[in-house]
């Protein structure tokens, strides 16, 4: 419960206080591993997440936590948000954003479960990369490097 509450306060704030507030909690910088993962039609897997007011779509993933591995981090960060069970193909991007946040893009698939709503996650959904929903700027070409990458692959 304290964590919804959590998360709803943090919605409010303008990114230069939740860029300063997430420096002041985490470490020198941040590194967070991001699923793509691709359905049969070859649509990416999106995430709407509860706590970002402005472009609230995007990959899924999250943060490390000490002790953890980049691998261990991405299968137990989309299980809290989706209730899905993923395996890891391969890392397809290492991204920076400089000066402190690294970013690792995992090709992966769904083994099991169920999507679940999760106080982080509201919903996800498929899409092409023509049609994508409220998505970051820096995503969108993010997502279009991917999927020009990695969907002929698939075929």
């Not at 209730?83 to 090709?107: C, M």
Request: hydrophobic share 45%; glycine share 6%.
């Amino acid at each position: 419960m304290v964590k919804i509450i959590l998360l709803k306060i943090w919605r409010l704030f303008p990114a230069w206080v939740q860029t300063a507030a997430s420096r002041l909690i985490r470490p020198l910088f941040q590194v967070f591993a991001a699923a793509v993962i691709f359905d049969a039609e070859k649509r990416i897997l999106l995430v709407k997440t509860t706590y970002n007011r402005f472009h609230p779509w995007g990959l899924p993933g999250g943060s490390l936590e000490y002790g953890e591995t980049v691998e261990e981090s991405l299968c137990r960060e989309i299980w809290e948000e989706t209730s899905l069970q993923i395996e890891i193909d391969r890392l397809l991007i290492v991204k920076t954003w400089a000066p402190d946040r690294v970013g690792f893009y995992y090709l992966c698939r769904i083994t099991g479960g169920a999507f679940q709503p999760s106080d982080e996650v509201s919903e996800l959904g498929y899409f092409h990369p023509e049609d994508l929903p409220d998505v970051r700027t820096e995503d969108i070409e993010l997502i279009k490097r991917i999927y020009e990458e990695v969907v002929y692959e698939l075929a």
